[in-house]
């Protein structure tokens, strides 16, 4: 299974991504826990990255596409698919990651994008920020977010229709109702043959 997850943040993306990595033994790519751990551990890069994160806004690409060229290719040294959540978040990134991951004979099966409405969103990210204390969850900074996310990541939604590799699933319901949805629909995906379908837009240049 190699697939990514579109979702507005607060949309349980990182939930069902982590169940979806254990239903199918995939490693879990989540560009923002991989950039947080950086900043929790005052790495260079974590120092670099921080005051994007903290305003809501996005890292600069060259950086989270290292990260994921680097994931991408430990999965397919272990002959792994992947779950990739947070990436693409713009169109230029999923021409990117396509590129990447065609050079390794990775491209995805799958775009799963979980639809959920805009106020829920906000309330499920204030609740997890009382949880997590996460510094990106105070609620300027969410309506940035999921104003970036209408802005800059819904139409890459369309990248994948043109794809036909786009399946949407309703995040409204209870999580576990949704991972039961969702694992439904990809273990038919998983049922059937791969099919990569090129991209038929011009693809962006590579950062
Ligand atoms: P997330 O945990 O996916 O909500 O990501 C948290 C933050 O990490 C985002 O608000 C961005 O600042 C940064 N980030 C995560 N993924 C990307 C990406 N693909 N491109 C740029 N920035 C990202």
């Given at each position: 299974?190699?697939?990514?997850?579109?979702?507005?943040p607060g949309a349980g993306k990182g939930t069902q991504a982590s169940r979806i990595a254990t239903h199918f033994g995939i490693p879990h790519i989540a560009t923002g826990s991989l950039l947080r751990s950086h900043v929790e551990r005052d790495t260079r890069l974590g120092r670099t990255v921080r005051g994007y994160m903290d305003r809501g806004t996005l890292v600069p690409d060259r950086i989270v596409l290292r990260m994921v060229r680097r994931a991408l290719t430990e999965a397919k040294a272990a002959g792994v698919g992947y779950v990739l959540d947070g990436y693409p978040r713009t169109p230029a990134q999923?021409?990117?990651v396509y590129q990447v991951a065609a050079e390794l004979e990775m491209t995805a099966d799958v775009a799963l994008h979980l639809e959920i409405d805009d106020e829920e969103a906000v309330r499920r990210m204030l609740s997890r920020s009382a949880a997590e204390h996460r510094?990106?969850?105070?609620e300027s900074v969410i309506r940035r977010r999921l104003a970036l996310y209408h802005e800059v990541t819904r139409p890459v939604l369309d990248w994948y229709?043109?794809?036909r590799i786009l399946l949407c699933v309703d995040g409204m319901a209870p999580v576990d109702a949704v991972t039961a949805r969702v694992l439904e629909l990809l273990e038919v995906v998983e049922a059937t043959p791969p099919v990569d379908r090129a991209p038929k837009i011009p693809l962006p240049a590579l950062v």
């Open positions: 299974m190699r697939m990514v997850m579109i979702a507005a999923a021409g990117s510094t990106d969850d105070t229709a043109e794809r």
